[in-house]
């Protein structure tokens, strides 16, 4: 596949996010072939009990060869527990960043880091530092 069949490949994944859990766990089983498969179906899952209104915004997107590096924003109210966090109710808004390798039409490879700091602060789990200090 080009740089540019992968990029849409990436780009239709997180545009699932916006269609909801079925959607989304479906197209996971047609475009992800990774080792751990079924534990990442089980995050997905847990996101979406989490933040059933989970949307997400792509920022920015680049593609070269097999990879493609996307920078993304998520936004969601917490309406199930998370990462042992009871639901608050609060609306939040946190970034992902993720290269992803594709092959044969799949993602083989993945690789993501989110702003788990500001997610916790906004959740209240983490106290936010009074300026001046």
Do not use: C
């Amino acid at each position: 596949m080009s740089a540019k069949e992968n990029k849409a490949l990436v780009r239709r994944l997180f545009e699932e996010f916006n269609k909801g859990k079925a959607a989304r766990m479906a197209v996971i089983d047609r475009s992800i072939d990774i080792p751990d498969l079924k534990d990442f179906k089980q995050v997905e899952s847990e996101w979406y009990d989490a933040f059933p209104d989970l949307h997400v915004t792509i920022d920015d997107m680049v593609a070269e060869g097999d990879k493609v590096a996307a920078r993304v924003t998520w936004t969601g109210t917490h309406k199930g527990e998370i990462m042992g966090i009871p639901p608050t109710n609060k609306k939040v808004t946190f970034s992902l960043i993720t290269i992803s390798r594709i092959a044969g039409g799949k993602i083989v490879e993945d690789h993501g880091q989110f702003d788990a700091l500001g997610l916790m602060r906004q959740l209240g789990a983490v106290p936010t530092p009074k300026k001046g200090k």
